[in-house]
């Protein structure tokens, strides 16, 4: 037999390499890569001699099915985030920074589906029992049937989930924690992880079950993160969140069985997470609606629409080159927009520092912010506070054109639920609401809005100096 050879794997993003590097060019990630053993791994790896092959039953699509397919668990926020319940069978991966709240979300959606009569087992790997207890009862959850377990070995997790019923739902927490026999590498590599993950996918798969795998994001690559299981799981879930603020987002970033752009709110509080029904009260709770520099994006996350306040600040620099900060939105795109408004519509920032933020630790992933924020920034640098009950959202190019986004009339509608009266909006936007009382104020280029935002200055002057 050929001498066992070791690999070097990148524990961040799976990748193999021939020999040890200080960085992947798989993930671009530094000081992530560990040697492993290979042949330790799923299957044994090609040095065993392969088993004799067992048939199985091949079967028609038209069957019965007995139970129902999905296992909501009243959780509104959670079962969006799900497409409406866990599948049975399948495997989620619920992903996030430690401390995000990962742990509390399981204990209470666990708890949630135990009251409505479902054999939960919830398997912690990281705290012991009387912790997971402790939490319970803070969660109110300790009344309910959950069944627990500390433990973290591979093989006694099978042994212990497949004695007695079925379970409808088995929670894994977490995979970084697993460890299996059959694997020689240590905890927490890419092999171990791995390899427990692929038992508890087939433990679901044969059963059933539901399985719930908890993966941390890891910045150092000390341990495996969750993207190297990412594509063996039916769903993959992301908790998101700022420490600074109490709101926490579930983020559907993968789901064989649902839609991949639907969001969760949350919001941490002391008897754990609270379900947020309307996240834009949140995000638009402290708005001071007479200083410039701010203004209301309409967004949408998937199928839901969101007001989030963005706000700008730009002032004359005393440095050699002006600084850029941007939280909570692309910086290349800010630049962008920046550009624009310098050769198109004559701003001039190349003097001045621009710091960008958006509201509530929120993130935008949407291109239709560029009105918002082009409009917050012209805002701030006139010094000239936007109209208090009005929206933005459109896409800007780099020729500065605005461009038509989706959705335009469920923004609309979320604007005018919130008591906003007026949208500027991109020319050419199609479906408008029917029978809206809304002031919709159409734009078709970048420098009409800095000449609508300049205009309103002239005419408060005015107003001010008539008055
Ligand atoms: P946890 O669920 O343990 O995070 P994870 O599993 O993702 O590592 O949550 C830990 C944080 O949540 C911790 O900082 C305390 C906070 N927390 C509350 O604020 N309220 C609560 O009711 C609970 C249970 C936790
Ligand atoms: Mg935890």
Redesign the pocket.
Same mark, same amino acid.
């Given at each position: 037999m050929a001498k066992a050879k070791t690999q070097f794997i990148c524990q961040n993003c799976g990748t193999v390499h021939s020999r040890w590097a200080g960085k992947c060019d798989g993930c671009g990630e530094w000081n992530t890569i560990v040697e492993e053993d290979p042949m330790g791994g799923i299957g044994g790896g090609p040095g065993k001699t392969p088993k004799k092959g067992r048939a199985v039953t091949l079967t028609a699509l038209s069957g019965e099915i007995e139970e129902a397919p999905r296992i909501p668990t009243g959780m509104a926020e959670l079962d969006r985030a799900t497409g409406g319940g866990f599948v049975r069978g399948s495997a989620v991966l619920i992903g996030?920074d430690?401390?995000?709240?990962?742990?509390? &979300?399981l204990m209470q959606a666990a708890a949630a589906l135990s009251r409505k009569g479902h054999r939960v087992i919830y398997v912690s790997g990281e705290e012991a029992v009387a912790q997971v207890r402790l939490?319970a009862q803070? &969660?109110g959850a300790a009344e309910t049937d959950v069944l627990l377990a500390a433990e973290t070995n591979v093989e006694d997790i099978l042994a212990t989930i497949s004695e007695g019923k079925r379970p409808d739902l088995v929670i894994i927490?977490s995979i970084q924690t697993l460890w299996s026999d059959t694997a020689d590498s240590a905890p927490g590599t890419v092999t171990q992880v791995r390899t427990g993950v692929q038992a508890m996918i087939r433990f679901a798969k044969q059963t059933g079950a539901t399985m719930v795998l908890?993966g941390h994001v890891t910045k150092e690559g000390q341990i495996a993160g969750p993207r190297v299981v990412e594509h063996m799981v039916d769903a993959v879930l992301y908790?998101e969140g700022d420490r600074g603020h109490h709101y926490r987002i579930l983020r559907t970033v993968k789901n064989r069985f649902g839609p991949t752009d639907e969001i969760g709110v949350f919001e941490?509080?002391?008897?754990?997470l609270r379900e947020v029904a309307n996240p834009s009260e949140l995000f638009l709770g402290e708005r001071n609606e007479k200083a410039p520099g701010a203004a209301v994006f309409a967004g949408m996350e998937g199928t839901r629409p969101i007001l989030v306040e963005v706000q700008a600040l730009v002032a004359a620099t005393s440095l050699g080159t002006p600084r850029r900060a941007v939280v909570g939105w692309d910086s290349s795109r800010l630049a962008m927009i920046l550009a624009v408004l310098e050769a198109h519509c004559g701003v001039r920032l190349g003097q001045h520092d621009v710091y960008l933020n958006v509201a509530g630790g929120y993130r935008i992933s949407e291109p239709a912010a560029d009105m918002a924020i082009a409009s917050a920034l012209v805002s701030s640098l006139a010094g000239l506070a936007l109209p208090a009950d009005c929206v933005y959202f459109g896409e800007v190019s780099l020729s500065g054109a605005v461009r038509p986004v989706s959705h335009t009339a469920q923004r609309l509608k979320e604007a005018e639920k919130l008591g906003f009266s007026a949208a500027v909006l991109p020319a050419a936007s199609a479906e408008l609401p029917k029978g809206s009382t809304g002031k919709w104020r159409e734009v078709d280029s970048l420098p009409d809005l800095v000449a609508r935002i300049a205009g309103s200055r002239l005419k408060a002057r005015n107003d001010q100096e008539d008055g």
């Open positions: 996030g430690p401390g995000i709240g990962k742990s509390t &979300l939490r803070r &969660l927490d908890v908790f941490m509080s002391d008897k754990g």
